[in-house]
């Protein structure tokens, strides 16, 4: 158990990867090397097209790891099989650009998917935790609205209570602020950062956002499917001070 | 929690993504419904052609009957050689017996100047073989010639005429261009082969049929004496009688083979059958449409709940829980249209038929592998949501 907590999150050494066959057969990852700890948030950048989102389908176990080493929690996801992919997945909370919730579901039913996707039978408590985590990101009051009654922003917090209803000990996200105006952006992001904080969660996230980058431990740059450089927020932004943000208790940055 | 929810242990996704689309959930419904009643229909039909094709075996009291080698049905039953009945009968076992006749006669349908056929049986006057209610109190009666019995529950509205005969009017009409007294009512039913029938004496079915001789009847009654078994006395009466000429069967094996030709050696099961399969192939088109809609529709969300977890297995059994829901909620309206219908089509060509609880059952687990069906050809495509996509 000890040597599990002292063990990196996500472990990554010398992944490449390719799309298409024969002539069409394109390389998009080049030897990376990145690992993420116990309760780190950091955000990947870098333009468009550079493999950020690779990454993050190599590591949810949304794509076959072709060449290098990807361990989740431990997990080697080079040639897993089905099971220990599904379980993988299990382990992970997304967060998706387009928040992906079911049309057809309220808030809370779509929280509530996040126990299902365990694949145990639904607890009797189930609503009253996802009651819970509704109000922890300020939703407690749109439990039973479908999507079509919700702002973007609290579509974006359903989301992400769906994501973290099931305790992950990793959370990935793909540009969840995307969609959002920077007031809402900024504490969405700061919401998953506390809870990150509160819960020893890790979070890689890939983002373009430039108003929440002081929300990160460490930042990643990828250009042309390689890692060029890891900084901190501060040494990124040019050490600009980060928003003011009152309202929310955003914790402690540690840079590692 | 929703109380389904709470019984399934999970969300019931199927049933919110159908009822989320009422319009695209009551088409399926009535595409369910429809090739319910379709199928219904065709059973229906089926079942009516055989229940009328033996109804009136069943009314006879005999326990074996003789008859021509080829015959097919009443109304293609034939002749034998009446002297085959005379041997039948010393056979030992053999309490009594007696020449049935059956033909097919023209008549004048009552208070009108329409013709039609109607199915004439003649047997003499004293010999009750009638299971029939009140057929037996009346029969004596048919011995004064030129009188019969009418079957109120011929095809046509005969209810003035059959009124008149009910209260001794003792209406008359004429029949195969005789002039023929009403002296009582019977109720058998009409067939597909005939719109009704008349009992008559076996002279008066000479003077209406003139092809028919009293050497030469259609059936051959027997009936046994207590304490005999039938098959076995039928074995010993085709032991004596046996040939080219004549056929010895026991009642029941008289019914079993006359509604086994339909089905088996006639093109009408199979027609009717088609008919059921063309049902359920409609059903199952409209189904798969349904349902892979349904499926395209949330292909997103499959994969978003692929990414984040959910087994191939458990997003199947969503497509197949709704598969379950448009059996349920399809075949009920189905059963009680298929109801109404019953009773139109009984109303309209004055036949039995019926709806068995087992042919219920049958129809229902003939649904429930139809949409199991379609919901498997639709759920292809949730195997095939990638959760990669998603991001």
Known sequence: MLAQASMPAIEIHGLSHWYGEGALKKQVLFDIDLSVARGEVVFLMGPSGCGKTTILTLLGALRSVQKGEVRVDGVELFGAGEKQVVACRRKIGFIFQNHNLHRSLTALENVRMGLEAQGKRLAVDADARCLAMLAIVGLADHAHKRQDKLSGGQRQRVAIARALIADPKIVLADEPTAALDSTTGYEVIALIRRLARERGMSVLMVTHDNRILSLADRIVEMEDGQLISAQTPASHIGRSPAPADNSLNTGEVTIS | ?391
């Open chain 2, 1 to 391: 929690m929703s109380f389904a929810a709470r019984i399934l242990g999970r969300t019931p996704l199927g049933w919110l993504q159908l009822v989320h689309h009422p319009m695209r959930f009551a088409m399926a419904l009535a595409g369910v419904s429809f090739a319910v009643i379709l199928v219904f229909m065709q059973l229906g039909f089926m079942n009516m052609l055989f229940d009328t094709t033996v109804m009136f075996h069943k009314q006879l009291k005999a326990d074996i009957v003789l008859v021509n080698p080829a015959a097919r049905n009443l109304i293609d039953i034939r002749t034998f050689p009446r002297r085959r009945l005379i041997q039948a009968l010393g056979v030992e076992g053999v309490a009594d017996g007696e020449a049935f006749y059956i033909g097919q006669v023209n008549w004048v349908k009552p208070g009108t100047s329409d013709r039609g056929i109607i199915l004439a049986f003649g047997v003499r006057g004293d010999f009750d073989v009638f299971h029939t209610p009140g057929v037996t109190a009346l029969q004596p009666g048919l011995s004064v010639p030129g009188t019969a019995l009418f079957d109120t529950g011929s095809r046509g509205d005969f209810r003035a005429f059959s009124k008149l005969i009910a209260d001794g009017a003792r209406p008359t009409t004429e029949v195969a261009g005789k002039t023929i007294q009403f002296d009582g009512i019977f109720r058998l039913g009409a067939s597909f082969g005939s719109e009704g029938s008349i009992i008559v004496s076996d002279q008066t079915f000479f003077a209406i049929s003139p092809k028919a001789l009293p050497t030469t009847p259609n059936l051959g009654i027997i009936r046994v004496e207590s304490g005999h078994d039938p098959e076995v006395v039928a074995q010993r009466i085709a032991a004596v009688v046996a040939g080219e000429d004549v056929k010895v069967m026991t009642m029941q094996q008289f019914i079993t083979t006359s509604r086994n030709f339909l089905s088996r050696e006639s093109p009408i099961a199979y027609i009717f059958s088609f008919g059921v399969m063309m049902g359920l192939v409609v059903g199952i088109i409209i189904v798969i449409q349904i349902l892979s809609t349904d499926v395209q529709d949330h292909l997103p969300e499959y994969a978003t709940f692929k990414a984040m977890g959910f087994t191939n297995r458990s997003l199947l059994s969503i497509v197949y829980e709704q598969s379950a829901i448009l059996t349920v909620f399809g075949f009920v309206p189905g059963l009680i249209a298929s109801l109404v219908c019953y009773e139109l089509v009984r109303g309209a060509v004055s036949m039995p038929i019926a709806m068995p609880l087992d042919r219920v059952f049958l129809v229902f687990g003939m649904t429930a592998v139809m949409c199991f069906i379609a919901g498997t050809i639709a759920l292809r495509r949730v195997s095939k949501a990638d959760p990669a996509e998603v991001f």
